[in-house]
Nanobody, 116 residues
Framework: QVHLVESGGGLVQAGGSLRLSCEGP????????MGWYRQAPGKEREIVVT????????YYEDSVKGRFTVSRDRRKIRVWLQMNNLKPEDTAVYYCNTYPSITVQWGQGTPVTVYP
């Protein structure tokens, strides 16, 4: 069964940076709008950023604008999330999936912990 694999999370001090990667062995990203989601402890999973199949159009949730950048490679088999100037409130497990409809089994996500 196709699933997505996220990586790149970790423990970082506030103000630091991380780069997350999303791959989908056996999954054809080509025609899918992709999103990065996150779920903070005790909260619902929420959409953070999205990117169209061409990569030319993106959406950023207000709290991450100017700090996060989403991109996808030319072959469109990988999606990245560059996170700069991280804040403690960014602490969450980060997932990628199609957007707006979830069409692939959720991966395990990659945890991001930002300490003051």
């Amino acid at each position: 069964q196709v699933h997505l694999v996220e990586s790149g999370g970790g423990l970082v001090q506030a103000g630091g940076s991380l780069r997350l990667s999303c791959e989908g062995p056996g999954f054809d990203f080509t025609n899918h709008q992709m999103g990065w989601y996150r779920q903070a402890p005790g909260k619902e999973r929420e959409i953070v950023v999205t990117i169209t199949p061409s990569g030319q159009s993106t959406y950023y949730e207000d709290s991450v604008k100017g700090r996060f950048t989403v991109s996808r490679d030319r072959r469109k088999i990988r999606v990245w999330l560059q996170m700069n100037n991280l804040k403690p409130e960014d602490t969450a497990v980060y997932y990628c999936n199609t957007y707006p409809s979830i069409t692939v089994q959720w991966g395990q996500g990659t945890p991001v912990t930002v300490y003051p």
